[in-house]
């Protein structure tokens, strides 16, 4: 405890230039627990925006595709499945329920989904089902036509528009012909979803049957008034009668039994066995998940080894400061000898010493991540969908400080070593220097 007791005072002697590398140290560690915190974190969510979906259905092609925007709306589809299809998997025998996917559209840069009043009672992510920070969903256009004009917002849309309840926006015509407005069809805000963490939360949401009644007298993708067709004119129960979709972006399944998702996937691909059906793919979304994230792992690997290399300066950073510090105590250390300290005593008190720090770091780090992720928690929920859970560091975060920690005592070992000899050259007469 007399050596630990003295590398304490001895650091604190120098207290002003250790703490620039202790600061060094923390910053290092709070970028390495930050990119392994939020990809982990990132993960989850990507996880989290399917929580209870078994099958993602659509036309056949890519699974990664299908997934990327369908759910995250990333990409576009080149083709359709049909809407009968999509009554065909919700009359099986395995499924549960089935929601309606149609996109296409969009409201000022952010996704327009189209599906049904089933979608608010079955979509759920890893917190439950949806809740609401203000309003409720639209009305089924089946029994309240007014349901075909309203749209509920994710929480971002929200409030990054500064929109509230009963305020009217206008969609857009496509992902990005912002001159191309369905003007003649304004929708009113009857709900505000909580954030989720989700994509949903970029996402505005309205009826199935109000997206197939913006598109009516779209065909060639001109105005309706192009067309002067006699549709656009039609009382809303009249509308809601004429525009049953008759195809769909894609479709999310959630099955009775999850035991029973290879046998519900066989059943809807033979589809295409039948003429009137069209060529389809039911994706397992854990399974496409994995396929997702090995594409992206090379730039998750690299995010890695920037941290590790951040952290590896720092501790050379220690090690520098040390090693350029021992010049100015050799006489330190000729009075550690003259009061009967052994070589062996002083390297261990530049052992001590140097750990100590690199302790005192990873441990400011690890605070100032923790600090950093409830600051910035609700910046990266609504702005780029990451929640970031808060609390003890994961597995693989601890096994990251525990070889920093290593890393911190093996670096100690080289200004120890330096003082050692440097003991055993001077004695108790240290060279002058001046």
Request: proline share 4%; net charge neutral; with cysteine.
């Amino acid at each position: 405890m007399l050596w630990l007791k003295l590398a304490l005072r001895s650091a604190w002697s120098r207290r002003f230039s250790l703490s620039l590398v202790l600061v060094s140290i923390s910053v290092s560690v709070l970028v390495l627990l930050s990119v392994q915190q939020l990809r982990q974190d990132a993960r989850q969510s990507f996880s989290n925006a399917l929580t209870g979906v078994d099958l993602v259905v659509g036309p056949r092609g890519s699974a990664s595709d299908l997934l990327l925007y369908s759910v995250f709306q990333i990409g576009q589809p080149t083709q359709n499945m049909a809407y009968s299809d999509f009554e065909k998997i919700k009359s099986l025998a395995t499924v549960s329920w089935a929601l309606p996917i149609q996109l296409g559209d969009s409201f000022e840069g952010f996704p327009v989904l189209g599906t049904s009043i089933d979608f608010f009672k079955h979509y759920q992510t890893m917190n439950g089902p949806l809740t609401w920070f203000q309003g409720q969903s639209f009305a089924d256009p089946s029994i309240n036509p007014e349901g075909i004009r309203q749209v509920v917002l994710g929480a971002e849309v929200a409030q990054s528009k500064k929109l509230a309840l009963k305020d009217s926006i206008v969609l857009t015509h496509g992902y990005q012909s912002l001159d191309a407005e369905h003007a003649d069809h304004p929708f009113v805000v009857v709900g505000i979803l909580q954030a989720t963490g989700t994509p949903l939360d970029r996402t505005t949401l309205i009826s199935l049957e109000g997206f197939e009644a913006l598109h009516t007298g779209w065909d060639l993708g001109l105005r309706p008034s192009a067309f002067d067709s006699p549709k656009s004119t039609m009382n809303l129960e009249a509308q809601v009668s004429a525009v049953m979709p008759t195809e769909l972006t894609a479709a999310w399944v959630g099955l009775k039994s999850r035991t029973s998702v290879f046998k519900a996937r066989k059943e809807i691909e033979d589809f295409a066995s039948l003429q009137t059906s069209k060529p389809l793919m039911a994706v397992l979304p854990g399974v496409a998940l994995d396929e997702l994230w090995q594409v992206v792992r090379v730039v998750e690997n690299a995010l890695i080894v920037m941290g590790v290399l951040v952290a590896v300066c720092a501790l050379l950073g220690v090690v520098a400061v040390l090693l350029v510090g021992l010049a100015a105590r050799r006489k330190e250390l000729a009075i550690y000898r003259a009061l009967g300290a052994r070589p062996q005593s002083i390297l261990m008190l530049i052992v001590w010493e140097s750990f100590l720090i690199g302790v005192a770091g990873i441990a400011l780090g690890i605070v100032m991540t923790q600090l950093a992720a409830f600051v910035f928690h609700d910046v990266l929920l609504q702005n780029y969908g990451i929640k970031v859970h808060m609390g003890w560091p994961s597995l693989t975060a601890w096994s990251s400080i525990g070889l920093l920690l290593l890393g911190a005592l093996l670096a100690s070992l080289i200004p120890a070593i330096r003082a050692y000899r440097m003991s055993l050259a001077d004695g108790l007469n240290p060279p002058s220097m001046g």
